[in-house]
């Protein structure tokens, strides 16, 4: 007997792992479903009945048999329902992932359900949601940066239509029209700048580098403008840090910070500077005391082409790149960048580079 018991269990086991295996083939979720539930009825059930059988000589079989079926088809039903409900819910999330392939955006998948399909349906949504926003920016960055080239150029036709029909003298239009060649050229500039930080082919030679030297010459650079405006420019270095950096860069992003500093501060105001190593990284503030930044605008900065409405209506506005590119340059390097207001009015910006060992 107890050799049977062996023999049975082992067999079951054997049937059982050999079944799920071949379940894995099957092509849906709902014939998988409906091939576990037939194994997990008829499995226990023929093993019962065999072990039976040999036990009781063929003495009741006809109703063991009768139970076993019923108790079969119920739960092959049970399975049948179950099945139909999950495959109705991905039947759904399939069909929202095909009018979000179409170009739907708005697309929204279920988030009801047994947990995993609701889970899926969140993530699903999650993914679709910046698939939208993504989609969003890009328009808004085509629209930009075309009304942002179209309006010298509009400028320079004007000009040259009126130097063709003889309305103006060259030498009256000629610093104009050089002033808008140059603000397309670095339009131009940034934008290729980004989109070479956007494709990852900005080619960056980190080394070591005294911070002190890229400020100093930074600085150095921007000295007539702050003297023209009347702004004290100076830097705050307490002590000498070294950070593994591309110094090129790491100027063009404090360039970037100081022209909107001198923009922004008024005559008689300061700009400053500040250097501070701290335990893995070396921290760059550039701080003013002009106009400053409304709390809850001080993410919004760094998004490509915005500019502060006061900067816009007071003509202090720029291209509206600066500030992405600093961000681009700083995080190719490993570094974080964020603004803040400056407590007693002003702005302060500042980013991280990761210091040398
Ligand atoms: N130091 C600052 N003080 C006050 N507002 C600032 C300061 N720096 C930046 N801003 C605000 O953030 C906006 C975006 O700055 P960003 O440098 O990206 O563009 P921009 O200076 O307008 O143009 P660009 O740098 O391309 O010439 C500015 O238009 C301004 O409204
Ligand atoms: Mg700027």
Known sequence: MIELAVIVTLATLGVGVATVLGLHLLPT???????????????????????????????????????????????????????RSISRRIDRLRATSSQLAEGDLAARAPETGPRELAELGTSFNEMAGNVERLFDARRQLVAWASHDLRTPIASMQAMLEALEDGLAEPEAYLPALRDQVRRLGMLVEDLFELA???????????????????????????????????????????????????????????????TNSLRHTPSDGSVAVVVEPL???????????????????????????????????????????????????????????????????????????????
């Not at 023929?46 to 009741?60: D, K, Q």
């Not at 409304?294 to 900065?301: D, F, K, Q, T, Y």
């Open 196 to 258: 070479r930080i956007d494709a990852g082919l900005l080619t960056l030679e980190l080394r070591e580098a005294e911070i002190e030297h890229v400020v100093e010459s930074c600085l150095r650079g921007l000295e007539p403008e702050a003297r023209a405006k009347h702004v004290r420019l100076e830097a705050r270095i307490a002590q000498p840090a070294r950070a593994v950096c591309a110094p090129e860069k790491v100027e063009r992003v404090l360039f970037n910070l100081l």
């Open 29 to 83: 979720v709902r014939l998988q479903l409906v091939g576990l539930a037939l194994l997990a009825v008829v499995l226990p059930l023929a093993a019962v009945l065999l072990s039976g059988w040999v036990m009781i000589h063929m003495g009741a079989d006809v109703k063991i048999l009768a139970v076993a079926s019923a108790s079969a088809s119920a739960a092959v039903g049970a399975a049948l329902l179950l099945a």
């Open 279 to 357: 335990s893995h990284e070396v921290r760059i503030t550039v701080e003013d005391t002009g106009d400053g930044i409304a709390p809850e605008l001080v993410r919004r900065m760094f998004d490509r082409f915005w500019r502060g409405d006061r900067a816009r209506s007071s003509g202090k506005a720029g291209g509206g790149l600066g500030l992405a590119i600093a961000q681009g340059l700083v995080e190719a390097q490993g570094g974080r960048i964020w603004a803040e207001t400056r407590p007693g009015g002003g702005a302060r910006v500042s980013f991280t580079l990761p210091a040398a060992a």
